[in-house]
């Protein structure tokens, strides 16, 4: 089986090409971009609505990222060969053994001192608000020691919805970036599932500020008559009751 590494220069050959097609195509607003580094490791925290997400960011960034997306996508012609290419990293989402060598993949490409992308809600969003983020990014990032930052994106789901096969054309999107979440407020601080859920709260409340999402309490998929509360900065002392085995499924946090 073919090892996947990430990003490498298929993608940097694509953004040259793509980026002015995208460009004349739609009308896409970028704010925060300025704000990213130009070296080393980061990860990148987007809401996630449209099945373009991954790749308006991809093709509107300065400097190559990796994503996690699904495992069926390696399953159809049209896309197991193009994907990887474009720096997907396959993730089984079965969680456990079979999710471990796309979060050794993810780490490494951290490492390297590079971009990786991860949709904190797991999947996207069919009801169009913002759901419970998945503590994956969080635990990616204290382990690498490296910041986080939220994306807010908009316009997509109105550009390509769920279920449409095309894009439409000359429509709006904007992308913006957020403010750099950071791993050390919350290192050693408290329990460290606790840690990770915390930071993660942190990421999504700046998602909700840039995408202008409405935010529910639950994951993405939950059923929708679970009690919701206003979502708001995360902070290493708030009690956070968990299932048992959170940890390990909360890493499996992948397009779908």
């Known amino acids: 089986m ?11 050959r694509a953004r040259r090409a793509l980026r002015p097609v995208a460009n004349r195509l739609w009308d896409l ?21 449209s099945f373009l997400d991954s790749a308006f960011l991809m093709l509107t960034l300065p400097r190559n990222v ?36 796309a979060l050794d993949t993810a780490l490494q490409v951290l490492r390297r001192g590079e971009l990786f992308g991860i949709f904190p809600e797991g999947t996207r969003s069919r009801d169009g608000k913002l759901h419970k983020g998945r503590s994956g990014a969080a635990r990616l990032a204290m382990e690498v020691g490296c910041p986080i930052y939220p994306v807010g994106i908009s316009g997509t789901v109105e550009i390509q919805p ?7 054309l000359f429509r709006p999107a904007a992308i913006r970036i957020g ?8 290192a050693g601080r408290g329990e460290q599932h606790l840690a990770w859920r915390s930071m993660i709260d942190e990421v999504m409340f700046e998602i909700r500020e840039l995408s202008g999402q409405e ?23 708030d009690p956070v009751v968990e299932p048992a085995g959170i940890e390990d499924r909360e890493l499996v946090a992948v397009a779908s």
């Open 66 to 101: 990796s994503f996690v997306g699904k495992a069926e996508y390696m399953d159809s012609w049209k896309t197991k060969y193009i994907f990887p290419a474009m720096g997907m990293i396959p993730i089984d989402r079965a969680g456990g053994e079979r999710s471990q060598a």
């Open 2 to 12: 073919k090892e996947h590494t990430g990003a490498g220069a298929a993608q940097r």
């Open 29 to 49: 607003t970028l704010e925060g971009f300025d704000g990213l580094p130009e070296s080393g490791p980061a990860i990148l925290a987007p809401n996630h609505v």
């Open 162 to 168: 769920p279920d449409a096969k095309l894009p439409r």
């Open 179 to 186: 403010r750099p979440v950071r791993p050390e407020r919350y």
């Open 215 to 237: 935010y529910v309490n639950r994951y993405a998929g939950e059923d929708a008559a679970q009690p919701v509360e206003p979502s708001r900065p995360g902070h290493v002392s």
